[in-house]
């Protein structure tokens, strides 16, 4: 919240419109929204959440929409997150030194990795992978990119978290042995 209050100040924008303007159109990410309500339309799949009182149920029923906020509750696609991760690391939303900075360990995650600025750190088979992921009622996503490499990653899941985790471990150590062997 903080974070989002000085890009306001700073900006003299919404933080939602600062998204579309300076995140979203600069990345070419076309089928995203700041907030967790689609636009009509959209092309979406619906989340779905156990913590319904009758079970599996969208995770509008439970949770209200429109919670897009500097700590998470945006909408995007695969296609949007991989346009996303490769403005980033090209320095179309943020400097190269910018980057490094974000993509440089701050010291031990609980996990047994790293952290940087908003950046998970990893060793994945002897290849550095950053990103971030998150998680609501319904909702599991990471995003993973592998600097040097015109690899990214983008796992979505419609299920409660950890869902993502389960198929991020096994397709990172994919993609880190394909690195390994087209070098």
């Known amino acids: 919240?903080?974070?989002?209050?000085?890009?306001?100040?700073?900006?003299?924008?919404s933080?939602?419109?600062?998204?579309?303007?300076?995140v979203f159109a600069a990345a070419g990410m076309k089928d995203s929204s700041p907030n967790n309500a689609p636009d009509p339309g959209a092309r979406?799949?619906?989340p779905y959440t156990h913590l319904g009182p009758q079970g599996p149920v969208a995770d509008w029923q439970v949770a209200p929409a429109d919670l897009g906020s500097p700590a998470g509750g945006a909408i995007s696609t695969a296609a949007d997150l991989v346009r996303f991760a490769a403005a980033l690391a090209s320095g179309k939303l943020v400097s190269s030194a910018?980057?490094?900075?974000?993509?440089?360990?701050?010291?031990?995650?609980?996990?047994?990795g790293g952290y940087g600025l908003a950046m998970?750190?990893?060793?994945?088979?002897g290849q550095t992978v950053v990103g971030?992921?998150?998680g609501f009622p319904g909702v599991s996503t990471h995003l993973y990119l592998l600097p040097g490499?015109?690899?990214?990653?983008?796992?979505?899941?419609n299920q409660d978290p950890p869902a993502d985790a389960y198929a991020s471990t096994r397709l990172l150590a994919l993609l880190?042995?394909?690195?390994?062997?087209?070098?």
């Open 1 to 13: 919240a903080l974070a989002g209050a000085i890009v306001e100040v700073a900006s003299g924008e």
């Open 15 to 22: 933080y939602p419109d600062y998204l579309r303007a300076h």
């Open 44 to 46: 979406l799949v619906t």
């Open 98 to 112: 910018m980057f490094r900075e974000m993509t440089t360990a701050r010291g031990n995650a609980p996990w047994g």
């Open 120 to 125: 998970e750190i990893d060793d994945v088979d």
């Open 132 to 134: 971030h992921g998150g």
């Open 149 to 157: 490499t015109p690899y990214s990653l983008v796992v979505l899941s």
């Open 176 to 183: 880190a042995e394909k690195v390994r062997r087209d070098r």
